[in-house]
């Protein structure tokens, strides 16, 4: 059961998660820097976290303080690059998964001329990773869009986004050509789960949010085809890849009815891949754009690009798995990473409801192989929890080891039944603010991160016993765990 020599390990970040610094040397806002932390909710009420509106959008525009906006500091990543960096490289890290931030590159998003000091700051990242050989992999778009095309153009519903974005990625792939891996979009299928976060649609001011959700979607299918082919031109030897949340679904029981609904779930959740992987709409996904009066502006020009330039690789984000039935009133409601779904009795769960399954990453993985036949790359999967600081300062989260171990033991036995996984990131390797719920005290990191909810600490950083053991893990390539 070994991992071939070249295997890629290392962790993922998010700009709007880390960077902080939401308004220095020439950022603009992004959709995350409106998010806030919202103590009064259930942390498992994954809706009502991620729910925005467009008066809520308005009051976080006048509203300067950092105080109620934890994205707007992050954990002062800005500042601190270099010393995380070197701790990734301790690790032993092959790679780094991070974004570029789009506001501090393209600020507004629609202006013509890029702001040198956004790519300045991102070149420093890029050599200083390369000072201890760790392989930048980009993700060019993750949830953090200029604000300003969410509100000017109701986000990716419009498609003038297409251009803004090529434009972009362009300014991306002309500054940092050392890079080779690339990430279109996070998560793109999550569109259709939370609009704003994912496609800058502010969903009070749609008419028809399906039909923008899905329009928004087509978008970007065309804008990842375009600048897939571009970076082939501009980075000869790049590889672009397609990026999915990995939402394994299984039914209930065996009853045909709920074979069926897991299926449909299924079905819906692999079709942005169908589509990038394999250049074309599902057939069946035609028909439920038919069937549900969807009607989606694609052209003829945009689905021969769609075509013509596939993905190289297929990427996802694997957490947890769930459950589903025909009729959902038997079942147990948790929620999950961008969505809410059945809870499994045979599966334990982190303290935000997260459904614990090593072996539905196996699954995954051979599911995802068996489709698509295209070189597999996990770029997220982790586990948040709540850690305490020791007074010595040491993080004792044996819960996290054990959480990583299973699952390298399934990712194991997947590449030893002929997968082929290029590399595994583990979300995150540094505690960051939450996506969702934009809490600290959510952490994933084997660096722990001494900030809490509400900004108050050192921002000191700090090794977790799991640290030294992903170190191990790494220096023996998956052997010891
Ligand atoms: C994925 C995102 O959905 O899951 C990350 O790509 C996110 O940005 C991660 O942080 C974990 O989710 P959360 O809500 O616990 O931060």
């Given amino acids: 059961m070994n991992l071939p020599s070249n295997f890629l390990w290392g962790g993922a970040i998010a700009a709007n998660q880390v960077e902080g610094a939401w308004n220095v040397d020439g950022k603009q806002m992004s959709v995350a820097d409106v998010a806030t932390y919202k103590p009064q909710l259930d942390v498992k009420d994954y809706k009502r976290n991620s729910a925005i509106t467009e008066k809520e959008i308005k009051r976080a525009i006048n509203d300067k303080k950092v105080k109620n906006y934890p994205k707007r500091r992050g954990i002062d990543g800005y500042h601190h690059y270099k010393e995380d960096i070197k701790l990734f490289a301790e690790m032993g890290f092959k790679v780094l998964r991070f974004s570029i931030a789009w506001s501090r590159i393209y600020p507004m998003g629609d202006e013509m001329k890029p702001n040198e000091k956004g790519i300045l700051f991102y070149q420093s990242v890029i050599n200083e990773l390369h000072k201890y050989q760790i392989e930048p992999m980009i993700t060019i778009s993750h949830y953090e869009m200029p604000l300003n095309l969410a509100i000017k153009y109701n986000g990716w519903s419009d498609k003038r986004l297409i251009d803004f974005y090529v434009k972009f990625a362009k300014t991306c792939f002309l500054s940092f050509p050392d890079v080779k891996y690339w990430l279109t979009f996070n998560e793109i299928d999550s569109v259709t789960r939370h609009p704003f976060i994912s496609a800058g649609i502010i969903p009070d001011r749609s008419e028809n949010l399906l039909e923008d959700e899905y329009q928004a979607l087509h978008n970007q299918f065309v804008a990842s085809a375009i600048v897939t082919k571009l970076a082939h031109e501009i980075i000869p030897d790049s590889q672009v890849g397609c990026m999915l949340t990995k939402l394994t679904t299984y039914p209930a029981s065996c009853k045909p009815e709920d074979i069926l609904t897991t299926l449909n779930k299924n079905i819906m959740n692999y079709f942005p891949a169908d589509v990038q992987v394999k250049g074309k709409y599902p057939e069946l996904i035609l028909q439920y754009f038919k069937d549900n009066k969807l009607s989606i502006n694609m052209t003829n020009r945009e689905l021969k690009l769609i075509k013509e330039n596939t993905a190289d690789f297929i990427s996802f984000s694997y957490y947890m798995s769930m459950i589903a039935a025909a009729d959902e009133d038997g079942l147990k409601m948790t929620s999950g990473n ?104 959510k952490r994933y990191g084997f660096i722990y991160v001494d900030l809490d909810d509400q900004g108050n600490g050192t921002g000191k950083r700090y090794k977790k016993d799991s640290f030294y053991w992903y170190k191990r893990v790494i220096d023996t390539n998956g052997k010891e765990l």
């Fill in 338 to 441: 961008t969505i809410v779904g059945g809870q499994n009795p045979y599966l334990k769960a982190t303290e935000w409801g997260w459904s614990i399954d090593p072996v539905g990453l196996r699954i995954s993985l051979i599911e995802l192989y068996d489709r698509y036949h295209k070189p597999l790359f996990i770029v997220e999967n982790g586990m948040g929890t709540n850690d305490k600081l020791e007074k010595d300062k040491t993080i004792h989260d044996q819960y996290r080891i054990k959480y990583f171990k299973e699952h390298f033991i399934e990712m194991k036995k997947a590449v030893s039944s002929g997968v082929n996984l290029l590399g595994y990131t583990s979300w995150a390797p540094i505690d960051l603010v939450s996506a969702s719920t934009s809490q600290m005290s």
